[in-house]
């Protein structure tokens, strides 16, 4: 899912299917986490396309997106397994893209009711893809959503109130979004989340972000190639914190009465993921309700 920020007062336009969302797609498909029916033709292109530059990055900086991609999935994975193990049963992943996510927790913990969203183009791909694996059924849906929707069908709380049981908790994931959207645009969802939860006690929110580098160098080509992402997703991409701190502050601040912000280095040697020569840039957001 990635959705344009407003401009001159104007309602934001959907940009439906985004080439992000079809290469992390890929990464997912190329690391054996992934279902064959997930993999997309452009998301192996893309794949290739961007070995040579992940390759690059691996070298010179001790890390790449790819690594990034994998820590963060694999740790949201595991967070949302310690949920359903202290009783939740209930998961959205919004901006699910060509996540496989659903079938590997619906396989791993068939009582859970699985609900996956995106806007409605991608969610309408996800829900044939599913259709095919024979994964989409009452327990495994797949619907439409837009985050900054403040009300009417495809707004979160409509989402949220029809497809759960709504005196259980729930755990709401996005991953690959909010890095999308300016601070203040990402925030008012943050708010109404936390509102949807608070409602809900024992609800989770689970999320990625990235932390803008110290380094002058490596902070000018980030700015540079989140701008180039930028102009080709049509959206406003950007690194909202400087640290943990300021982002478990930040959250708090929107309404989560419990946020822990996870690095990934602290998972080495607890979680088969691949680790980065530094300090990873990716952080996992735990918010509770």
């Known amino acids: 899912m ?21 290469y992390t797609g890929a990464v997912w498909h190329r690391h054996g986490l992934s279902d064959d029916a997930l993999a997309t033709a452009p998301g192996q292109w893309l ?25 963060r999935h694999l740790i949201i994975d595991h967070l949302v397994e310690q949920a359903v193990n ?3 049963t209930q998961v959205l992943e919004i ?29 309408t791909r996800k829900a044939s893809r599913l259709l095919v694996t024979g994964n989409l059924g009452p327990r495994h849906q797949v619907m439409p959503v837009d ?26 994931i996005t991953e690959g979004l909010t890095s999308y959207f300016s601070l203040p645009v990402i925030s008012g969802f943050w ?38 992402l ?24 929107c309404g989560f009465p419990a946020v822990t912000v996870h690095n990934p280095a602290d998972f080495y040697g607890r979680l088969a993921i691949p680790q980065s020569r530094h300090d990873p840039m990716v952080r996992v957001v735990e918010a509770r309700s």
């Open 86 to 88: 202290r009783g939740v």
């Open 230 to 253: 930028g102009a080709i997703t049509r959206s406003d991409v950007s690194f909202h914190f400087r640290d943990d701190q300021q982002a478990a502050e930040h959250f708090s601040s």
């Open 147 to 172: 985050i900054l929707a403040p009300a009417g069908d495809h707004s979160l709380e409509t989402v949220v109130a029809r497809t759960f049981d709504n005196r259980e908790p729930v755990v709401v």
């Open 2 to 22: 990635k959705r344009q920020a407003p401009e001159h007062g104007s309602p934001p336009d959907s940009t439906g299917i985004s080439f992000t969302a079809l």
């Open 95 to 123: 901006a699910c893209g060509m996540s496989p996510r659903g079938i590997r927790l619906r396989q791993k913990f068939p009582q859970l009711h699985m609900a996956e969203a995106d806007l409605p183009a991608m969610a």
């Open 191 to 228: 708010q109404r989340l936390a509102s949807v939860l608070k409602e809900r006690p024992g609800s989770v929110y689970l999320s990625e972000s990235y932390l803008m580098p110290t380094q002058l160098l490596l902070r000018s080509n980030l700015k540079f190639f989140g701008g180039l």
């Open 47 to 71: 794949y290739h396309l961007m070995t040579p530059l992940e390759a690059t990055g691996m070298a010179v900086l001790g890390a790449n997106l790819r690594i990034f991609l994998l820590q």
